[in-house]
């Protein structure tokens, strides 16, 4: 590949840096041959200038969890705002962690299975050359007969569905105030509108007290005058998957969280929920699509794809065109992960569905494939 040419525009600048963090934390040849030409591409002086704007989309976007792999970039660029975000970020996620992670123990205590998604696990599951991986939540799969056991699981360890006020303390001053949700009689379903809600949890966190200022600046963990953080269990997954729920649990892998031994997504549902996911977003600098795009390509270069089920999930789900889309984007970044073959149907599927358009992520990419 060429000398890549220094570039002074802002989306590109910020959606460079972003893709180079997350390549170079997969810790693959071709990933980071890739990266390393992006981060030639970067206008470094842009970046030591608009350090705010850089920080809020690496946040924003969470790809500040990357933000290690770059660090002697980083350094170079003056960028030490971000630095100390991703230091406090640490600090944050693993009291969060702390405070998720025991719920894996208490479901297989209750024989309740249980299938940990996206963050978590590929914090423990998934190859990364990044040291951290910064969570909020844990989102869970779990069979639809069981959620009612599982909710009397989450309550019995202190997780309540509730409106979290950030700005107002409890009564007693040790949490946040909290407001139980409010049915809605135009959903028509109580019971699957109430469990989409997030179980929330907040624990005090004096041990966060050094970094109240830049905390302050980027998030709202100070909010209430004291560091307060919010664990979320999201059972979004469960009940409206978008995938049939014998399809989710028909293949899976074997996972680990902490100690506990899990069910894990098999990795082709993963590529249908990662690509259409990237393929949805409109606009990539104000809501996560590169996030989803560069854990697609751990999964795949994780390897053990079965390419034929792929595209029977593929087919099934209408994902045929975005798939073949991203697979297609991902062989000019790390081509040995996706056989010839694999790539060749990608491209009849697309004259087949007579694909015109591409999604947001994969028109950027285009650009930045121009420029490098």
């Known amino acids: 590949m060429c000398e890549a040419r220094v570039i002074v525009d802002t989306r590109i600048n910020l959606l460079m840096l972003a893709l180079s963090a997350g390549m170079m934390s997969i810790d693959e040849g071709e990933s980071v041959v890739y990266a390393d ?3 030639r591409a970067i206008d470094k002086t842009w970046l030591n200038k608009n350090q705010n704007t850089v920080v809020q989309f690496m946040h ?3 790809m500040m969890s990357f933000a290690d792999s770059l660090f002697p970039f980083v350094q170079e660029c003056q960028l030490f705002k971000l630095v100390e975000l991703y230091n406090a ?3 944050v996620t693993a009291i969060r962690r702390s405070m998720l992670e025991p719920v894996f123990t208490a479901l297989n205590e209750s024989r309740i299975d249980v299938m940990p998604y996206k963050g978590i696990d590929f914090i423990y599951n998934y190859q990364s050359a990044s040291a951290h991986r910064f969570i909020s939540d844990v989102d869970l799969i779990i069979r639809r007969n ?15 569905q ?3 006020s950030k700005g107002q303390l409890s009564v007693d001053g040790q949490s946040l105030h909290m407001l139980p949700w409010v049915l809605s009689d135009a959903m028509g379903v109580a019971w699957n509108e109430q469990s989409v809600r997030p179980y929330v949890k907040v624990g005090k966190a004096e041990v966060l007290q050094p970094y109240q200022e830049i905390l302050s600046e980027y998030t709202m963990i100070y909010q209430s005058g004291q560091p307060m953080v919010i664990a979320y269990i999201d059972l979004e997954f469960s009940v409206m998957p978008g995938i049939d729920e014998r399809d989710v649990w028909h293949r899976t892998r074997v996972t680990k969280i902490a100690d506990e031994v899990c069910s894990g997504l098999c990795p082709e549902l ?3 929920s990662l690509f259409c996911r990237v393929c949805t977003v409109s606009d990539v600098f104000d809501a996560p699509s590169v996030y989803p795009f560069v854990d697609a390509l751990r999964v795949l270069v994780a390897g053990g794809i079965d390419w034929d089920y792929l595209w029977v999930m593929a087919d099934r789900y209408y994902l045929v065109v975005p ?5 297609i984007e991902l062989v000019a970044i790390a081509g040995s992960a996706i056989p010839a073959e694999v790539f060749s149907r990608c491209q009849k599927n697309l004259i087949i569905h007579g694909a015109s358009s591409k999604p ?3 028109e950027w990419l285009s650009v930045i494939k121009g420029i490098l």
């Open 37 to 39: 030409n992006l981060v």
């Open 60 to 62: 924003k976007t969470k």
């Open 89 to 91: 970020l640490v600090e």
């Open 146 to 160: 069981q959620l009612s056991c599982a909710a009397s699981v989450f309550e019995g360890m202190g997780f309540v």
């Open 162 to 164: 509730a409106q979290v």
């Open 270 to 272: 993963y590529l249908c």
């Open 323 to 327: 798939i073949s889309q991203c697979l």
């Open 360 to 362: 947001t992520l994969l």
